[in-house]
């Protein structure tokens, strides 16, 4: 367990010690020079989508590719919110 008494998506977008917890992860991840050798490398704003990447989702290919398009306009608006938003966490709407 990541952050006790969070166990679906929807409990940890709403769950402020969970998204500290990745925003943590994150920052730490970010200073640490022999995982992020540039700042174009660095993870400067996150959100946590409703569902896996998966084949079923038809996010991903039967080899594990992501297929770009479908998930571009599948996600459009957090794509643009997350762009738009100066803060590091952007809730999906």
Known sequence: KLVS????????CKDPTFIKT????????NKDGSAVISNASKIQKFTILPEDF???TGIL?????????????KYNKVI???YASSEVYVNFH
């Open 5 to 12: 008494g969070v166990k679906t998506i929807p409990e940890a």
């Open 80 to 82: 643009e919110a997350l």
């Open 22 to 29: 990745i925003t943590d992860a994150i920052t730490a991840t």
């Open 61 to 73: 290919t039967p080899s594990l590719k992501l297929k770009r398009s479908v998930c571009a306009d």
């Open 54 to 56: 998966a084949v079923e």
